[in-house]
């Protein structure tokens, strides 16, 4: 086996420990880390908008190839993406 594949297990055992720590917490504790888990959501929604504006004007103003910029297109869109699959599974978890 491989590095990276003796670590798996190891990996997803210590993320199914993090979730069953999770059940586990007294409430205001859950509320603290959901409300953690919201402001770095936040901060990377702000940060990706920032930095694909910023890409774009920076883009126009260097002449930069197309390729180069739908780069940054697709990295803003992995960010948005991921930023939606985490707000989704907060909204999932706080439902119920």
Known sequence: ???????L???VAETQTHEAQMTMMPE????????RRARVLAVVIVATALFWLGGQWLGGKL??????????DF?????????LVVATAMW???RG
């Open 1 to 7: 086996m491989t590095g990276t594949q003796e670590r």
């Open 28 to 35: 205001q504790e859950q509320d603290r880390a959901m409300a």
């Open 75 to 83: 990295a803003a869109i992995a960010a948005f993406i991921w930023a």
């Open 63 to 72: 002449g930069l190839e197309a390729r180069y910029v739908f780069l940054l």
């Open 92 to 94: 999932r978890k706080r």
């Open 9 to 11: 297990p190891q990996q």
